[in-house]
């Protein structure tokens, strides 16, 4: 029977040992296939982000090295490459029968790096298949002198011929592509020994139970005659029971492991899941508000400064800062990925891979949707990520940028071309789009929860074998003496009566067995009418008694003394106090447990004090790490008491450095980033040879950043406890202030030239001019009479003449005075200054200036506002072509502006006009016909501009025009500019 018993054990464990090899092998070509076609998948997505027109442009020799095209497919190579684990990236074409090598993402200094134009010394058939089918494909492994590779192929064919311009190959290293597989066949056949190890453990404890059974048969009958002589130990009566009971507790121990183990796999994937989801949403939601910012305030901005058709991609795309700024959190953290995936992107890295443009339909199909996560695989391996989505919707905003390349700036189109982003729609979608790895953690907690099963069972095995060993030495009887416990239970009484807080002894049906006297107070009865009565029938709360019972029959069934740090008890009044409870399992002598011991501790003010406690050590924690400031305290001896998470970061203090918690050994680490570490150190030492000092100053460090350091002494009371540190980078704020400084001076060296110039203007300029007319006007009082009509009219032209010029010497000064010569501010009542502006004008009959009354009074240089209204007034008086002439001065509020406006109904300017009006010396109505220097409008632009305001002109041909301009309302901002800019011209010293 043995025999037969091992044989069939023999062939089931060999049989077990095939099939498990088997299933590793058929395993293991399903994951080597799978990596395949992931590999394969990569190597068309990458095809696909290529142009074949750029490709078109390459000659695959040496000479397209540095050329526009094999440049950006490069930087494209290399940009595709950081999303996934690969040897490389290259390219390859078909010339002349041989295979040449064009842009790859390998460093220059990578042996395996291949010039443009390099000929593939040994190609093999399948290199040239995907040229002749046009079908991607994967082979390999495959050795050369680098090493051993899989490789896959993808073409770039012609949209037109459908001709192969050139495939994408990746290589992706044979060690690890083995190991993954390796490991694969290595679990089905660690499994199937396993298996066999536990089906030989289950046949082997069979045969012993049968075994075990006849020997109790024996042994029934060998009593039956009067006695055991000559039956084993093992086989005593009662003992095989106690092994029953051994195999029944080892079985629920494996079945107990198994079921924990199952638990923290499951706990440890959902919380793999969690910390993917978190990080992801944040990185995705973080990129969010990057684009947000960018787009939103940035870019607007920029959109100021920059020419009208400009595109600035560092500073105004939102992809293109959010991906530079990912670019560089990659560089720490290499495996997280942020993308911005599109069906048409501007940038080729962006291409949607297949999973991606299933989440973009997704959201297309349910425009409700406002994100999606959850686990895919991404890219090649079949490597799982969490992944957490964000659908951007396009917008008419958006189709500035993205919709007809004509309507885009001009230098968009020019840097990316007219399709690569564009001919997009208000409703489309693309992605915001960032992934976690899992896959990894999967398999580690995959591996870790077998390693542990196998020690479980192993400790299993372990404490089988030290149950059996202690039943096998504990065949004697137990010892059975009675104990005088009198004298004990009147100790026991006298001692648990004189403990303040809850004693008492419970059975297991809920009975006190035992009460002290407190607990017999509280309960409002006396110790002997309590004891021996269940708890329900003194605690009525059923609520409480229902969790009491709980944890005593878990006390009692674990015979595991338990602690309940905090547990509501209501006494007969209502009122509800807070014990912490220690339940002890009371264990016979037999090693049965039937009572525990309750003991229970009133902790209602020790409560309340340490939650407040809680709240105001939570209170203060969140106010230091929610300050801006760099906070450390130090004790008097300059041990540190605390410090903030910012504090690090600005001294940029390692953890190590901070375990000793010792202000010297902090000092040591810092002063090797100061400029001036002696008198830092210094300034340390003096505060703390005065304890009682307080310290304001500035700190610069060696790297450029300038800190503002504050301490004072921290008090208890009266008494001095230790010194609190408080540190800001000021860096931004100080070097603003040096360049504002340096551009003060650099103005104020402008406007003192500016002075010299407007000198040399108003003298040297204006005095030849004077002496030129002068001559013209002798000529034509003493020989009017002898010149001819031709004569006269030549030296009026030449009077004319040198008056427009004096006239323009005359603009330019006081175009240049603007912002340069500054008079008081005072309070100016336009409804005074206007009409005595309109007088000195002396408009003509014909034409009526009307001033609307309850104009504001608003607080400037007197001199600067009447400048502008009088250009304003005399330019709409002077080009009136109407029989009746109307010009309108209005005032209306705008915001935290005054809008004013000049109309009037004369000829009208065309809108092509509009901007060169306002241009130094640009007039529209010839010179001879109007005298007119064209300086007066630039100059109302220029004082309306300083003051923080913008004039601009409404108009239409034939139906007037009207001028407005906008005034500040708030007093304090116009004083403000007032004084910056009279900083800004005084004299450089």
Known sequence: MNKRVSKTTCLLFAALLGAGWCVGELRARRVDAKMRDCLVDHAVHVAKTLDPRIVGELSFTAADQGTPAYEFIRSQLIALGTYCSHRGIYTMALREGRLVFGPENYAPDDPMASPPGTAYEKPGPDDFQVFATGKPAAFGPATDEYGTFVCALAPVCDPNSGKVLMVVGIDSLANDWNAAVGATRRRSVLGSLIAAAVLGGAVRLWSWRGRCRKANEAARQGQSSGGFHGLPAPFLPGRNQQAGLLIGMGLLAVAFLAVVLVETWCWTGEHIDTMADQQSRLAVQVEKALRDYVGKSIRPEMEKRVAEGEFIPEAMSTSFVARSVFDEVRKVFPEAIVRFPSTNPRNPANRATPAEE?????????????????????FEQGQKHFVWALPRRFNEGCLQCHGRPEDAPASLVQQYGPIAGFGRSVGEVSMDLAAVPVGAAYARAGARVWRHMLVALVLCMVFLAGIAFLIRGDCKRRRSAEMAIEKERSFLRLVIDS?????????????????????????????????????????????????????????????????????????????????????????????????????????????????????????????????????????????????????????????????????????????????????FLAKVRDLYAHPDAESFDLIEFADGRVIERYSKPQMLGDQIVGRVWSFRDVTEKHTAEQKRTALLQKIAAIN?????????????????????????????????DKLGPDAKEQLDLLQSRVGRMHDLIDGVLQYSRVGRVHEDLVPVDLNELIPSIVDSLAPPEHVTVVVEPGLPTIECEKTRIGQV?????????????????????????????????????????????????????????PRDEFESTGVGLAVVKKVVETYGGRVWVESEPGRGSTFLFSWPRNREAVASEHSTLAAACQPVS
Not at 643 to 656: A, G, K, V
Not at 899 to 910: K, L, M, Q, T, W
């Open 869 to 925: 209204f009088q250009n304003l007034l005399s330019n709409a008086i002077k080009f009136l072509d109407k029989p009746q002439g109307e010009v309108r001065v209005s005032c209306v509020e705008d915001g935290e502006f005054w809008r004013f406006s000049v109309s009037d109904n004369g000829p009208g300017i065309e809108s092509r006009h509009f901007d060169r009006i306002f241009r130094l010396f640009q007039t529209l109505a």
């Open 358 to 378: 299933s989440l973009i339909r997704y959201f297309q199909e349910h425009p409700e949707a406002d994100s999606w996560s959850g686990v895919i695989k991404f």
């Open 752 to 784: 003192e030239e500016l002075t010299h110039f407007a000198y040399v203007v108003s003298h040297d300029l204006k005095a030849p001019l004077r002496g030129i007319k002068l001559v013209s006007e002798w000529l034509c009082a003493d020989y009017g």
């Open 499 to 679: 403990i303040p807080g809850f004693v008492c002894v419970k059975s297991q049906e809920g009975r006190l067995v035992i009460a002290n006297e407190t607990l017999a107070k509280a309960c409002g009865a006396t110790v002997g009418e309590i004891e021996g009565k269940c708890e329900a029938d003194v605690a009525p709360r059923l609520d409480q008694m229902e969790d009491r019972r709980r944890d005593d029959l878990e006390v009692l069934t674990t015979r595991r003394a338990k602690v309940i740090p905090e547990e509501p008890i209501t006494y007969p009044d209502g009122t509800t106090r807070w014990f912490t409870t220690t339940k002890v399992p009371l264990i016979d002598e037999d090693g049965v447990c039937r009572q525990l011991l309750a003991v229970a501790t009133d902790i209602t003010d020790r409560k309340r004090a340490e939650e407040e406690r809680k709240e105001s050590y939570s209170l203060l924690e969140a106010t230091l790490e929610s300050t801006a400031d760099g906070i450390l305290a130090v004790d008097r001896r300059g041990k540190i008491r605390g410090l903030n998470t910012q504090f690090q970061t600005l001294w940029r203090i390692p953890d190590e450095a901070l375990e000793s918690r010792d202000d010297k050994a902090l000092l040591s680490f810092v002063l090797g980033q100061l400029k001036d570490p002696d008198s």
